[in-house]
């Protein structure tokens, strides 16, 4: 491997900008892609992340490149980019996961209504987008939510109501012109209803996202032993090289209990809201036969969505346990690349592998039929 290869860091939140900067002031030759227009991440956003100096810092490097979308890589460190509507081919020396993590959703009855949102999704609209909510909101949490962001809520709003899942035993919305306005829920056997709320959030558990990791065939293992990048909290994965770091070392979806966030389900709840499929559609196909989630994947199109499973992929997981057993292995679904959807045209601009700036079949078909549409 050549020294003059970088390392190449992939997500530019938090972890991956502490660690770019970290290769900055080492002077580590390094390559940061971040698919967004911004830096930092939600900590950022929400003001305890990185300063406004070294964002500055950052922003101006030359190695760091935003609305860069990493569709690849592979165990010989190969990542396959995609920058302002071309494929690239970067060969790193090591590959550094700064990718976060992923808030899994809560599905129940009405989970889907507009006006319903995860936790995530609703820090960044009230953050960065300085968005208000309505009058009346309904925090539903499953773990400790920041204070923070709960203070702020109660500040900027008339009224907020916090309720934890884990004392719920049945939960429901309902809509009224078109958006969610009515919360049915029991808690310790009695029935409760809030009606006229413009928002409910859902805080939920979350998990790692590895999807390039599991990709390109590995696995999480655990905080690096022994390792030079040890100081900075680099987590082990069975390929080498490949490091994971921040929240995208901490539980992997194989390993999260998310029993608590599927208990409000029934068989008519929509699952896999891309498709539109239900529980029920979901347990038919495992009463069928299927095995797997790639099995449920053939049967239902469950995780062909625009999401790739990143929705229902959890969902379904639990779904299969309880019908096979907590015995039964559960095998995480095979991803293929390019990991999210693509325009065709962009595909054909990836270089052969070895004969960059070879022009494939795919490439001339794209060609001719942007000629004749020019003639």
Not at 181 to 200: F, G, V
Not at 276 to 299: H, V
Request: charge should be negative.
């Amino acid at each position: 491997m050549k020294n003059s290869e970088p390392t190449v860091i992939i997500g530019g939140g938090n972890s991956g900008c502490r660690f770019a900067l970290k290769c900055i002031n080492e002077g580590i030759p390094f390559l940061l892609f971040e698919q967004n227009i911004d830096l930092g991440g939600l900590k950022k956003i929400a003001g305890n992340g990185i300063s406004e100096q070294e964002h500055k810092k950052l922003n101006d490097h030359s190695a760091v490149l935003t609305k860069a979308r990493v569709q690849g890589i592979d165990s010989s460190l190969e990542v396959i980019v995609e920058i302002n509507g071309a494929m690239k081919r970067i060969q790193a020396s090591k590959i550094i996961l700064a990718t976060g993590s992923w808030e899994l959703p809560i599905p129940f009855p009405g989970w889907t209504l507009p006006g319903v949102m995860s936790s995530n999704s609703a820090k960044l609209m009230f953050y960065r987008d300085d968005i208000s909510f309505g009058n009346k909101i309904v925090l539903l949490k499953s773990n400790e939510e920041s204070d923070q962001f709960i203070k702020d809520l109660y500040e900027f709003h008339e009224e907020v109501i916090t309720l934890d899942i884990n004392y719920i035993q049945s939960l429901e919305c309902f809509s009224k012109n078109g958006k969610v306005n009515q919360l049915k829920y029991i808690r310790d056997q009695k029935e409760s209803s809030i009606k006229d709320m413009d928002t409910l959030i859902c805080s939920s558990v979350s998990a790692a996202e590895l999807d390039l990791l599991e990709a390109a065939g590995g696995e999480a293992v655990e905080i690096a032993k022994g390792s030079s990048y040890t100081e900075v909290g680099l987590g082990e994965t069975t390929l080498k090289n490949i490091y994971t770091v921040g929240s995208a070392q901490n539980n992997s979806l194989i390993n999260v209990d998310y029993s608590n966030c599927l208990k409000f389900s029934n068989e008519f709840t929509t699952i896999c809201r891309c498709e539109e499929i239900n529980q029920i559609e979901i347990e038919t196909a495992i009463s069928s036969g299927a095995n797997s989630l790639d099995d449920i994947k053939r049967l239902t199109r469950c995780g062909m969505g625009f999401c790739q499973w990143k929705m229902c992929k959890a969902s379904v997981m639990e779904i299969l346990k309880r019908h096979k057993g907590l015995h039964h292995e559960i095998r995480l679904p095979k991803l293929r690349f390019p990991l999210t959807p693509i325009h065709i045209e962009t595909l054909a601009t990836l270089p052969i592998k070895g004969e960059e700036g070879v022009v494939d079949i795919l490439s001339n078909a794209i060609n001719q039929r942007q000629e004749k549409k020019l003639s």
